[in-house]
């Protein structure tokens, strides 16, 4: 089945982490990605550090959500981003807007007033016609296929990967009828929120840490389709190998990455091909051949293998600098 999967991220989605996600040979899914970007706040923000223990859920047993908000929880410990709780009005939006869509045929996040299901007219606003608090940011997910694709379609991408495993801090999902949406949450940022995930506030990184995908010793598919991503992050690459993503805090306007190298070495020691992706504002310290990229976040970079990796194991290594200050970073995972 050819699903689609589509995100929205502004601040825009595996049992256990070293287990597989996806399926070995499966069509990737199409992914979509809007990134409205939040205006910065005039004021210090004000944030946590990552949560180390995952909260547990309402979700049943056998409801598909739990094994989504337990993977998606692992993935984030395991990366040290920091664990989600469950939001019970980031559900009833989410389960809202899923109605929307199959009634609608449509992968949106907006809706339009007339049309069945109509709730409000983005995820904020979804948010709060169901009573949630309007002092929280709220961005979204959303997916149409195999249910059980919804969050491996998600970790094996670019825009939406750096989504998931953001600053946010609660999680809402509806999944049923082949449709997934995951609507997140930041409730600790300054300022009273809107639609897209500021970049303040939530969960942040220790200033001296930094995150990374895959995870330490996880295993990913070797494969990537770009074009299955709107925004397509390779145009010119029909397959591509895993994403792999180092990200750091950049909680003020002023933080900065920047990149002096970031290299894949496959299980014979040889480099694997591969570009660097860079949001605007780490281009003019990074190294020449970086590649700018204006859908990432600040603080967020990307190695892009141009061709898929064959199975084994491999070292990431990323040597950059936050606010001047070196940051080197070595670690191994395994492609199937």
Request: charged share 10%; aromatic share 8%; hydrophobic share 40%.
């Amino acid at each position: 089945m050819k699903t689609r999967l589509f995100a929205v991220a502004a601040m825009s989605a595996f049992i256990a982490v070293s287990s597989s996600i996806g399926t070995a040979g499966a069509t990737p899914p199409a992914i979509a990605s809007i990134t409205p970007r939040t205006r910065t706040i005039g004021k210090e923000p004000f944030s946590s550090g990552p949560t180390a223990i995952a909260p547990r859920s309402t979700y049943a047993s056998t409801d598909p959500r739990l094994e989504f908000f337990n993977a998606l929880n692992s993935l984030r410990v395991a990366m040290g981003v920091g664990a989600l709780r469950q939001d019970a009005a980031l559900d009833a939006a989410a389960e809202n807007h899923l109605e929307y869509m199959k009634f609608n045929a449509v992968m949106s996040h907006a809706e339009i007033p007339g049309n069945p299901g109509f709730t409000s007219a983005d995820p904020y606003q979804q948010v709060l016609a169901v009573g949630g608090s309007h002092k929280q940011w709220v961005g979204q997910n959303a997916y149409s296929g195999e249910l059980a694709r919804c969050l491996g379609s998600m970790t094996n991408s670019v825009y939406h990967l750096q989504g998931i495993t953001s600053n946010q801090e609660t999680i809402g999902l509806a999944m049923h009828d082949n449709y997934c949406v995951a609507n997140f949450g930041v409730m600790t940022a300054a300022g009273a929120g809107g639609y897209g995930l500021a970049q303040w506030g939530g969960q942040q990184l220790p200033p001296g840490t930094g995150a990374h995908y895959p995870a330490a010793n996880a295993k990913v598919l070797g494969l990537f389709i770009p074009a299955d991503e709107i925004p397509n992050p390779a145009p010119d690459l029909a397959r591509a190998g895993p994403p792999i993503m180092f990200r750091v805090n950049v909680e003020k306007p002023s933080d900065v990455l920047t990149v002096s190298n970031f290299i894949l070495t496959g299980p014979g020691g040889n480099s694997v091909p591969a570009r660097i992706l860079v949001p605007a504002e780490s281009r003019p310290g990074s190294l020449a051949s970086a590649i700018e990229d204006a859908s990432l976040y600040r603080g967020v970079v990307f190695l892009l293998p141009t061709q898929p990796i064959a199975a084994g194991t491999y070292t990431a290594t990323f040597a950059g600098a936050r606010n001047g200050v070196a940051i080197n970073k070595s670690w191994s995972f395994t492609a199937y």
